[in-house]
């Protein structure tokens, strides 16, 4: 699986983005897709994941209620809306595919290269 992010960029607080991530492989509705963020000095962290089907989603709480991720698996892409961007949320978004709904990381077995977001005060 190969996984490719677009969408990010320089934004100013109480913007929106929409993060986008077009993944290879004919087996995508069956992969659990997450996204990711690693700020400056700081570990890489959950922010959204959701099941193969799209209905189960998960949410690291410091995004709910302002961020949503989505797929289209006939588009075999996943999708996080943001709104409401905060300066704290600027980070490289990674997104994922695993096999089980969850925030740890080291289920998640491939990972794109990451996008850019940045938030402006």
């Known amino acids: 699986v190969q996984l490719v992010e677009s969408g990010g960029g320089l934004v100013q607080a109480g913007d929106s983005l929409r993060l986008s991530c077009a993944a290879s492989g004919r087996t995508f509705s069956n992969n659990v897709m997450g996204w990711f963020r690693q700020a400056p000095g700081r570990e890489r962290e959950f922010v959204a994941a959701i099941s193969g089907s799209g209905g189960s989603t998960l949410y690291a709480d410091s995004v709910k209620g302002r961020f949503t991720i989505s797929r289209d698996n006939a588009k075999n892409t996943v999708y996080l809306q943001m709104n409401g961007l905060k300066p704290e949320d600027r980070a490289v978004y990674y997104c994922?595919?695993?096999?089980?709904?969850?925030?740890?990381?080291?289920?998640?077995?491939?990972w794109g290269q990451g996008t850019q977001v940045t938030v402006s005060s």
């Open positions: 994922a595919a695993g096999s089980i709904v969850t925030t740890t990381q080291w289920a998640y077995n491939y």
